[in-house]
């Protein structure tokens, strides 16, 4: 047999006592009820495949290649294992004995553990190899071929079944974690439960891998790292002991030796004269664990060759510690510690106690690894529907019906309408900047007194803004000569004091031309902030399904696109009627005239002061205790008492001496007039224009809604293979669901196992 080295698990559940002559295998016969209640408990719990949540109570023995540790395997199953090309240690193989009044019988199984591409399942697929076995001879081949079948993933398992021993298929890999399963059971069975790993090596031959030493040794350290795991270090008296790795990585992860129990192998090996090197270690003397090292032989090559029986290799195994010096020469403490028999029932004593120290912790945890696999589940977006067509439409529906809520705007911080208020404002401050600066003085005054003759703001406008404009500088200032000279060059035929309209119209012409870009402005910053909510609710609406979500993005994006195209078109219209001066608010534009001639025929200098206005002279009117109220308020009383009641302080203004510069201000006024009309209902027109276009035609008559439907294909002969493609999920998302699902179905079943068993 070979003795490459492994790790075994054993799971021993005892039943009433018996001899042990009357049964294949080592489990110790006096256990009591209690005790193989826990054994099954945790055995249950194994056979769920929950020991990737959960630490459970297990015996690992590790050791080097050609640790011996083999035949204490084939002394343990009462089963012959294949020796012939080292597959056995390739491979793991895990046993479960059970005791059974029906005739001896084998099922060998594969569990797999891992896809083709090496990549964990969420849960062990068991896979039975062929009929059950009646005959033990049978067992050596059936489990080479099993063997053989986990390390060729790629080719059917029952190639390996049906073929003869030379049309096998080839080796695909050179070890591998899926495991070959063997349940025997009989009425000369024991219960036990044990696994063979592959060994630790420390190199490989030509047709070998340098990534398999890392892997032969990740799977015992896998194991060993658990804090419920013994660790039986398995160590070959026939080679230095400190030329075994094995002891090393037992150090690692049990520095404090706590949890390792030591079994020296192969002691009729020990070369003469070195005996007593080996023996300190019975004596825990060297490297002491706290549950010291035992010592077992196995049958050598020729007896196996022989045909040694399974009883007589244990009595040869009793008389050689019985009648060989130095082992029958130890203290009747360490005569205890020789045997396969002491070993094994050790060890069943050890597990029995790591079991009950762990058992009253294990259903909490269960709880709380189900609460959290559950709580993750419930993070994952729920799974495709199995009707893709009637998913897809219901994402439609539900998308446009929230889309129709965002776009009637919510309270909001973040809201769309509340992004889109900026852009409003500083659209309605761009135009409202366009104001035509006109000075009712001369610019050669201003320029030699620029304190005296600066922008005043029209106080009657106070009370209609919230807050007053006022120009940055005086670059675009429009003085009253310079209106007076355009209007004289402007006359062609006209007679005496009469001046073109078209004047008017250029003053006019002048600031609506200055009105394109910032209403392309605010569309552009409209359209930016329309699309950024609108991908965000796609994005929120679709994730679960990229491919749906992609495909609808592109869609809302094209039609958004030819609606930018359209909305654009009325505004143009826009700008192009504001070019010809027209109102029907003739009332409003004939007050603003009126008001603004008075103000600037207040703000014009004096004939014999020209550095003093009238209007400075109305700023000292608001002081009651000033002369100019006193002088004031007599003036509108007289005026009053000769039947014109109802005069303020700026109507004043027309009773001044007539001004050279009548004809500009009349023209002043009259733009200035028409611009406070115009501008407020060009920045009604455009944003309204905007949200009733761009804004809410996405939702207007379905128009959207109708636009997916088309760029989705409902409605074309292959709409379910389409609708299929589009709600495929990401394929991470579907296997962390997968995974999670697996975890829950395990964690679930060992909890049901532990509360019906045990609890």
């Known amino acids: 047999m070979s003795e490459i080295g492994s790790v075994e698990t054993f799971l021993s559940t005892d039943g009433d006592e018996a001899p042990l002559a009357e049964g294949v295998g080592l489990s110790s016969a006096e256990h009591a009820a209690a005790r193989r209640k826990m054994l099954d408990v945790v055995n249950a719990l194994h056979l769920t495949g929950v020991q990737v949540d959960i630490d459970l109570p297990i015996i690992a023995a590790i050791g080097q290649q050609s640790a011996g540790k083999s035949s204490l ?18 491979s793991p193989t895990e046993c479960r004995l059970s005791y059974s009044k029906d005739a001896w019988k084998c099922i060998v199984s594969l569990r797999i553990l891992t896809d083709l591409d090496g990549k964990a399942l969420g849960q062990p697929d068991n896979i039975v190899f062929g009929d059950p076995i009646y005959n033990k001879s049978e067992v050596e081949e059936r489990v080479r071929r099993a063997q053989r079948a986990i390390l060729s993933p790629s080719v059917p398992h029952d190639a390996f079944l049906a073929n003869s021993e030379g049309k096998l298929p080839p080796r695909e890999l050179s070890f591998s974690t899926n495991a070959v399963c063997l349940q025997i059971s009989g009425p000369d069975v024991q219960d036990l439960s044990f696994c063979d790993l592959p060994g630790l090596i420390a190199s490989v031959g030509s047709a070998g891998s340098a990534d398999d030493i890392a892997l032969v040794r990740n799977l015992a350290s896998t194991c060993i790292a658990r804090p419920s795991c013994l660790v039986l270090l398995t160590v070959a008296c026939e080679t230095d002991f400190q030329n075994q790795g094995a002891h090393q990585l ?50 050598d090559s020729r007896a196996l060759s022989a045909g040694i029986t399974w009883e ?27 045997g396969t028999y002491k070993l094994v029932e050790r060890l069943s004593d050890l597990l029995s106690d790591k079991i009950r120290e762990r058992l009253p912790g294990i259903q909490e945890e269960l709880q709380d690894l189900l609460g959290t696999t559950d709580a993750h589940l419930e993070k994952l977006p729920k799974p495709p529907s199995s009707d893709a067509l009637s998913e897809v439409l219901h994402l439609i529906s539900t998308f446009c019906k929230g889309l129709s809520q965002l776009l009637e705007g919510a309270p909001e911080k973040d809201g769309l309408l509340q992004s889109i208020r900026p852009v409003h404002e500083a659209f309605h401050e761009a135009i409202r900047s366009t104001e035509p600066d006109f000075r009712p003085y001369e610019r050669q005054f201003a320029e030699r007194n620029p304190g005296e003759h600066k922008y005043i703001y029209p106080p009657f406008l106070a009370s209609e803004e919230s807050a007053p404009y006022k120009p940055k500088d005086n670059s675009h200032a429009i003085f009253i000569d310079e209106v007076m000279d355009r209007a004289r060059q402007a006359i062609t035929r006209e007679l005496p004091h009469h001046y073109p309209f078209v004047i008017t119209q250029q003053y006019i012409g002048d600031f609506v031309a200055q009105w394109k870009k910032p209403y392309e402005t605010l569309f552009r910053e409209i359209q930016r902030v329309l699309i950024k909510h609108i991908k965000k609710f796609v994005s929120d609406q679709f994730s679960q ?92 009383n007289g005026l009053t008492d000769i039947g014109l009641p109802g005069m303020t302080p700026n109507d004043l203004a027309k009773l001044l001496p007539a001004d050279p510069h009548d004809t500009a201000i009349d023209i002043m006024a009259g733009v200035r007039a028409y611009f406070q009309v115009a501008y407020r209902r060009f920045c009604d027109n455009i944003a309204n224009m905007i949200d009733h276009k761009l804004v809410l035609g996405l939702d207007r008559g379905q128009a959207l809604e109708k636009a997916l439907r088309a760029g989705l294909g409902i409605g074309s002969p292959d709409v379910h293979a389409r609708c299929k493609e589009y709600i495929q999920e990401p394929r991470q998302i ?13 964690l679930e079943t060992a909890r049901r196992q532990l509360s019906e068993a045990w609890i």
């Open 73 to 90: 395997i084939e002394a343990i199953s009462g089963i012959t294992l294949p020796r012939a090309g080292g597959t056995c240690t390739r």
């Open 250 to 299: 037992a150090k690692t992860y049990d520095p404090e030796g706590q949890r390792t129990i030591g079994v020296l192998t192969k002691p009729d090996r020990i070369p003469s004269g070195e005996e007593d090197g080996w023996l300190r270690y019975i004596r825990n003397q060297s490297e002491p664990l706290t549950h010291g090292w035992f010592s077992v032989k196995q049958p």
């Open 312 to 338: 007589e290799a244990r009595e040869s195994e009793r008389h050689f510690f019985l009648y060989t010096a130095p082992w029958n020469q130890l203290d009747l403490e360490y005569q205890n510690r020789l």
């Open 545 to 636: 399904y990229p491919n749906l979500m992609h495909r609808v993005h592109t869609i809302v994006g094209e039609y958004i696109s030819s609606s930018s195209d359209a909305t654009l078109d009325q505004l143009q219209l826009f700008l192009a009627l504001e070019k010809r001066p027209k109102t029907l608010s003739e009332p409003y534009y004939s007050d603003y005239r009126e008001k603004f001639i008075s103000h600037y025929k207040s703000c014009r200098p004096k004939a014999d002061q020209p550095r003093e206005t009238f209007a400075s002279k109305l700023q000292s009117y608001m002081d009651p205790q000033s002369d100019m109220s006193k002088y004031m308020n007599r003036v509108l």
């Open 734 to 746: 579907a296997d962390r669901r997968e995974e999670l699902m697996k975890r829950r179905e395990r």
